[in-house]
């Protein structure tokens, strides 16, 4: 085994994280984005992709829930 050989299993996981984060992400699934942009982080902590694709997909899990929070409480004015 070489010193490279760690290397390279690195950059294919990363390259493999960030791959199928880009899918489930376009996918709407949030929450396996957000898993495998964290993977890629794990592999390279300081990766800009994944950094900013972790970031948008939490705001937009942020304003999922949101959003389903708004729809799920009452009218300020409505009736019990």
């Given at each position: 085994?070489?010193?490279l050989d760690g290397v390279?299993?690195?950059?294919?996981?990363?390259?493999?994280?960030?791959?199928?984060?880009?899918?489930?992400?376009?996918?709407?699934?949030?929450?396996?984005?957000?898993?495998?942009?964290?993977?890629?982080?794990?592999?390279?902590?300081?990766?800009?992709?994944?950094?900013?694709?972790?970031?948008?997909?939490?705001?937009?899990?942020?304003?999922?829930?949101g959003a389903a929070e708004?729809a799920a409480s009452p009218?300020?004015?409505?009736?019990?």
């Amino acid at each position: 085994e070489t010193s490279l050989d760690g290397v390279w299993l690195v950059d294919l996981r990363l390259w493999i994280h960030l791959e199928l984060a880009w899918l489930y992400e376009g996918q709407g699934n949030l929450e396996q984005a957000l898993a495998h942009y964290q993977g890629a982080l794990d592999n390279d902590p300081k990766n800009d992709t994944a950094l900013e694709g972790k970031e948008r997909v939490q705001e937009a899990l942020a304003a999922k829930i949101g959003a389903a929070e708004a729809a799920a409480s009452p009218a300020p004015n409505a009736k019990p």
